[in-house]
């Protein structure tokens, strides 16, 4: 690192028009130390030490989960703030006496839709890995507890959503 100083240095007293001279060499070392730090901790390829330990593919599809899986607890048992919040977030005043959902309710119920499978997979990611020379999978108790969940919201949420369009297909109701 001295030498480079030096050589930076020098490169400077001949080349003045480089201004900042401390502060131009601080923020390269940053730069660089942003950039080799992740590659030194994950040994070269982030996403897929990510995926392979259980216990991160657990907490990433845990938190793609998140949203979808806080609303719908929080519209259908009714918790009062949030539900009241969430409502107002969520809809607007369309025709009299009826709310539509709009943009923000849109984003959060079809981006959530999306998350969920996204999120299933990355829980199942670490247990479709082959480990050891025979070539046996591990199960992992948290990535089966929290794919469970994952899997029961998806269940649920697009089970609702399909009761809700057979009773709109045979106008018996539609909201």
């Excluded at 995926?51 to 990433?60: D, E, I, K, M």
């Excluded at 793609?64 to 259908?76: D, K, S, W």
């Excluded at 050891?132 to 029961?152: D, F, Q, T």
Aim: charged letters at 15%; aromatic letters at 10%.
């Amino acid at each position: 690192m001295e030498q480079t100083f030096c050589d930076l240095y020098k490169e400077q007293k001949y080349q003045p028009a480089r201004g900042f001279f401390v502060l131009s060499i601080f923020a390269e070392t940053t730069i660089g130390i942003v950039r080799e730090h992740p590659l030194i901790l994950t040994k070269g390829d982030l996403m897929k030490n990510m995926l392979t330990s259980p216990r991160s593919a657990a907490l990433t599809s845990l938190i793609l989960a998140m949203p979808l899986g806080f609303t719908y607890v929080a519209l259908m048992f009714n918790i009062e703030p949030l539900a009241r919040l969430l409502n107002n977030l969520f809809t607007m005043e369309g025709q009299p006496g009826q709310m539509e959902i709009n943009i923000l309710g849109r984003i959060v119920i079809y981006g959530g839709l999306l998350l969920l499978p996204v999120a299933f997979a990355f829980n199942l990611q670490p247990m479709l890995k082959r480990e050891g020379p025979g070539g046996k999978r591990k199960l992992y108790a948290i990535n089966l507890i929290v794919g469970a969940a994952i899997l029961l919201l998806i269940v649920f949420t697009w089970g609702a959503l399909l009761v809700e369009q057979v009773y709109c297909l045979r106008v018996i109701r539609c909201d």
